[in-house]
């Protein structure tokens, strides 16, 4: 069966600071990976999604970058954190498009 | 006016009530999906939808293509139904949320 792992769990970072959030997903190939993002009081928001390694494509101009270092490895990044980066971050993995995502368990993420 | 609007922001049940909340959209969709996301945050898809209708259990999803509309049914609502319950819209690889629906569902 397919599961989805993200880490950390929970993460307390201060301003100007980097990030690297990881996401891996187990028991399926060639999965389409994506990021979100889900701002305190606001609606989920995609961030990045990928449908190969390397391949990466951006929703919203940010402070963050995304990288798919190998076929079922998706991370995201940035090199200074901004206060609005504060969040809780998902990823999700689907066969194709359009399909069912599956979503990781997330990371709460506080700038201070 | 945001492309996926989800009614009502707020829903309160008592036990064993049947709920319906509702999501319309002004865009172009490849599928719809419903989704519920728990209080610690965890999300779980609960159906994906590109026409008709869908069952699981006691929870019922219907699309309208033509009127861009989606209703997401639960019939006998318990409180471990409590959650967010979040409308999405896929066109290729973009997906565009509503806002949610917080139900609360009281014993």
């Known amino acids: 069966s397919q599961t989805i792992h993200q880490w950390p769990a929970t993460l307390v970072q201060p301003v100007g600071s980097p990030l690297s959030l990881e996401c891996t997903v187990e028991g399926t190939s060639n999965p389409n990976l994506y990021w979100y993002r889900q701002a305190a009081g606001r609606g989920l928001q995609l961030l990045f999604y990928?449908?190969?390694?390397?391949?990466i494509s951006s929703e919203v101009p940010q402070n963050l970058s995304a990288s798919r270092p190998q076929d079922r490895q998706f991370i995201l990044s940035s090199k200074k954190l901004l206060l609005s980066d504060s969040g809780f971050y998902l990823c999700?993995?689907?066969?194709?498009?359009?399909?069912?995502?599956?979503f990781g368990p997330g990371t709460r993420l506080t700038v201070l | 006016k945001n492309e996926v609007e989800q009614s009502p922001q707020n829903l309160t049940a008592q036990e064993g009530e049947f709920i319906t909340i509702n999501c319309s959209y002004s865009v172009g969709i490849s599928a719809l999906h419903w989704l519920q996301q728990h209080p610690g945050g965890g999300i779980v898809s609960l159906f994906m939808l590109s026409s008709g209708k869908k069952k699981h259990g006691r929870l019922i999803a219907t699309i309208n293509i033509q009127e861009k509309h989606s209703s997401l049914h639960i019939t006998a609502s318990h409180p471990r139904d409590s959650a967010v319950y979040i409308c999405a819209v896929l066109n290729n690889n973009d997906m565009r949320f509503g806002a949610g629906t917080r139900l609360t569902v009281k014993p």
């Open positions: 999700a993995w689907s066969v194709s498009q359009p399909d069912t995502q599956y």
């Open positions: 990928s449908v190969g390694i390397g391949q």
